[in-house]
């Protein structure tokens, strides 16, 4: 996929599982999980980067240097990643139109700017390329970042999406009926992607990590 790349970290949650408050915030090599993530994205191939804040915002904002990422506040945080995933594609939309989105996670420290260049030189203008890791039992499970073109970010907002790959570059359908999900609140892109599994390229990136995030206690040794 040629052109520039708008990478979306999203980075609104609590950590309310974790207990440890923002997961924004948590210390990894010596500063904010945040800030590391920011770099690994600019280092990796995108463009720009939307850091999308929530819990902890106005402390994020005043305590950490974003390093030239817009940041945008999603003031629904609380409602789950959908409503963040869709504050994070609107702003990318707005603020480079025709820019492929790569969405990340800020609970990801295991990402590198290798993973980042391995997705991007994956992707293909109306299919979706997705970082993929293996399981013990050697199976490919798909994981983030996860890349989208611009056609294909603003369609997974609609809450009603159809899509097939010779809509790519035309004007979408105007018949209405049944369509498929969009994002939903609670899991970001997952329904579209799901909906969507012909469209979906998994890039293994086994070798280069392992796709693990930091939800709970147990994996708090991810930020050593």
Not at 2 to 26: D, H, Q, W, Y
Request: include cysteine; charged fraction near 20%.
């Amino acid at each position: 996929m040629s052109g520039t790349t708008t990478a979306v970290l999203l980075a609104a949650g609590a950590g309310t599982r974790l207990g440890r408050g923002p997961k924004a915030l948590l210390p990894f090599r010596g500063r904010p999980l945040i800030e590391h993530q920011v770099e690994v994205l600019l280092g990796g191939g995108c463009t720009e980067v939307v850091a999308v804040l929530g819990a902890g915002s106005t402390e994020i904002l005043a305590s950490v240097q974003l390093q030239g990422a817009a940041a945008v506040v999603n003031p629904q945080w609380e409602l789950g990643m959908g409503t963040s995933y869709r504050c994070g594609i609107l702003a990318a939309l707005a603020q480079e139109p025709g820019a492929a989105i790569l969405v990340a996670l800020v609970d990801q420290p295991g990402l590198t700017p290798a993973v980042v260049s391995r997705v991007l030189a994956a992707g293909r203008a109306g299919r979706i390329a997705a970082a993929g890791y293996r399981r013990p039992d050697g199976r490919l499970r798909r994981g983030h970042p996860v890349l989208l073109d611009a056609f294909l970010a603003a369609r997974s907002l609609e809450p009603n999406a159809r899509y097939s790959g010779a809509e790519a570059g035309a004007e979408a359908e105007a018949e209405a009926g049944e369509g498929r999900p969009g994002a939903d609140p609670d899991s970001g892109a997952r329904a579209f992607l799901a909906a969507h599994p012909e469209l979906l390229d998994v890039v293994d990136c086994s070798d280069l990590a392992d796709g693990r995030d930091v939800d709970c206690e147990a994996d708090l040794p991810l930020l050593d």
